[in-house]
């Protein structure tokens, strides 16, 4: 019974959600929540680089795992109260995201550069918003229990 309660509160939940909000607000959310979760990982880690004595090979790995995480974190939250569309909105958050990170990386190294590496870190972003876009609808979809096709 509380089940059943449950299900119909998280699909009440969800109608208000998407009916008041538009999807510009969606992808904004997403872009912030993103940056909300690398900066903090990103800066602490220049921190204990700066402090102690953190290996400088391991910079690199730990701001990319930020990056791979606010993507993945920001799409599916993001997406998860939408009732369709999770894919393009994910693509559009991590599309955002990392034109965001080439954009402050060139200015950052006073040199705008379009090489394989820029290209490659979009297209990752793209890949990997989409994706977890995808699985936030469908968790939702689970979750609230109806069956997807």
């Known amino acids: 019974m509380s089940d059943f309660r449950t299900k119909r509160k998280i699909k009440k939940m969800r109608m208000a959600a998407s009916d008041s909000r538009s999807r510009l ?5 997403g872009v912030v ?15 204990a680089a700066y ?13 990319f795992a930020a990056i791979i995480l606010s993507i993945v974190l920001s799409a599916f939250f993001s997406s998860a109260w939408q009732k369709n569309c999770g894919w393009s909105n994910g693509t559009l958050i991590g599309g955002i995201y990392m034109l965001f990170i080439i954009v402050l990386k060139s200015c950052l190294e006073d040199r705008i550069c379009a ?27 689970i979750s609230s229990g109806k069956k997807s096709r």
């Open 25 to 29: 607000f969606y992808l904004i959310r």
């Open 33 to 47: 929540i993103s940056l909300i979760i690398t900066l903090p990982v990103i800066l602490a880690t220049a921190g």
């Open 51 to 63: 402090l102690t004595d953190f290996p400088e090979e391991y910079i690199s790995p730990v701001a």
């Open 115 to 141: 090489d394989k590496d820029s290209l490659t870190m979009l297209l990752f972003g793209i890949l990997l918003g989409s994706l977890s876009g995808y699985a936030g609808v469908k968790f939702m979809k």
